[in-house]
């Protein structure tokens, strides 16, 4: 099968209309790259191509993006371009030069995506760097999910997986592929070039085709890891209970790390982090943060949350209607009940004791209110802690007032001073 069938083929298994695709390329200028361009280009897709110029190799790396604006221009492909100081984007950061290098060069591509209304990110990694990407994550000792070679995501396609380095050098070479060296994959401080150097040529040179053994041992990894991910996230699902945007789960279920590991790791926790938290299971009011998400360690359970943005601090309710601020919210008048019953999203509330505008709002040190059945006022924050309120439960309430006085801790608790008694005429009903 030639080079470009293969990338045919590839792309078909992912989505058999492809043709009809939105493609861009990844390109550096290296010959992996290039090749991937000129398959790409020849099967007449709709691609356009991005480079990255980190900065890092002076008038190589300006050679290399000149090489590839030049190929784009004589295809009359579009070229997008980016680049940024890498050494002191990872200072600032505290990342390694190639940790900063791929932060910066993915979160250009992704926004490129939807800028393009693209559908799939393309690069030219190969069978040697699923190779390699085996060693690494065996010598950092991973788990299986990391000895399962590099693999296609669902928005970033490697439709050279299955070909060799050198068939890729090979295609060049008969197909008049231009294409840059990186002076910096020569040297053997990376490990990523350690392993291609030295480990793979002499696994090659003593055993007998290794590298495709190697292949097929990391197809067998990745079959096993797909059947065990199910299997997990079946246990994970038992373990885990999910109102609204809020997850639960017990702290009985802590003891089994790997379960543990396939709940947390759908909401950002990696490895360390998981292992941390198991420790803080009794630590409660001990938080934890992935990049998605803010975990709590509250009494007897983990409660999970997405990270959002500030929303205003204050909503106003001029009159009755239907609202959504920052919640679905209806108010208006019913006649007298005949039961004062209701639901947690609602509550009666005599008409006459309230002014518009009605105002909602977080809960703030300070606050305090006449809980319903009660005479006296009480602190909200003493109320949380009687109703055992979570840090999660409190952050996200919030509270209707008039006058500057809390009516309603919404869902929670109405002010006795606005329920509705024999007395009154007007009957306001709030549903959230």
């Known amino acids: ?11 078909d298994k992912l989505n058999s209309e492809y043709s009809t695709k939105n493609f861009i390329l990844a390109v550096s200028g290296g010959v992996d790259s290039m090749v991937l361009l000129d398959g790409f280009d020849k099967l007449n897709l709709n691609i356009e191509v991005a480079h990255f110029n980190f900065q890092l190799r002076g008038k190589e790396s300006d050679a290399d993006e000149k090489l590839v604006k030049e190929i784009c221009s004589k295809n009359n492909i579009p070229f997008n371009k980016n680049s940024a100081n890498t050494i002191a984007y990872a200072a600032e950061k505290g990342l390694s030069i190639q940790e900063a290098a791929r932060e910066l060069r993915y979160n250009w591509f992704f926004n490129l995506l939807k800028e393009k209304n693209a559908h799939y990110l393309v690069t030219g990694h190969h069978a040697d760097d699923s190779i390699e990407t085996f060693f690494i994550n065996l010598l950092r000792g991973s788990g299986i999910k990391g000895l399962c070679g590099i693999k296609n995501t669902q928005q970033i396609i490697r439709p050279l997986l299955p070909v060799s380095r050198l068939d890729i050098e090979q295609y060049a070479k008969n197909n ?18 350690f392993i291609r150097k030295k480990i793979i040529p002499e696994l090659n040179k003593e055993l007998e085709a290794s590298s495709s053994s190697i292949l097929k041992s990391i197809a067998h990894l990745s079959q096993a890891n797909e059947y065990l991910e199910k299997k997990l996230l079946e246990d994970a699902e038992k373990i885990t209970s999910t109102i609204r945007d809020t997850v639960f789960i017990e702290t009985k279920h802590c003891i089994e790390n790997i379960v543990l590991y396939s709940a947390l790791s759908t909401y950002g926790f990696n490895q360390s982090q998981v292992k941390s938290i198991q420790s803080d299971t009794l630590a409660i009011g001990k938080k934890h943060y992935s990049s998605t ?5 509250d009494r007897g359970q983990l409660v999970i949350q997405p990270l959002t943005t500030q929303l205003p601090a204050v909503f106003e309710i001029p009159a009755l209607g239907d609202y959504n601020i920052p919640f679905p919210i209806s108010l208006s008048i019913i006649n007298k009940p005949h039961s004062l019953r209701t639901e947690k999203n609602t509550v009666l509330i005599d008409a006459d004791t309230i002014k518009f505008p009605l105002r909602i709002r977080k809960w703030e040190k300070g606050d305090s209110f006449v809980p319903f059945g009660m005479k006296g006022k009480k602190k909200l924050s003493d109320f949380f802690i009687d109703e055992k309120f979570s840090q999660f439960e409190k952050k996200d309430s919030w509270l209707l007032t008039s006058n500057n006085e809390v009516v309603w801790i919404i869902n929670h608790r109405l002010d006795d001073r606005y329920k509705v008694s024999s007395n009154t005429i007007n009957v306001l009903q709030i549903e959230t």
């Open 1 to 11: 099968m030639t080079l470009i069938n293969t990338i045919s083929t590839e792309l």
């Open 176 to 193: 008049n592929v231009r294409y840059r060296n990186d002076s910096s994959n020569e040297s053997l401080k990376y490990k990523r070039n």
């Open 293 to 297: 998400h803010e975990l709590l360690v």
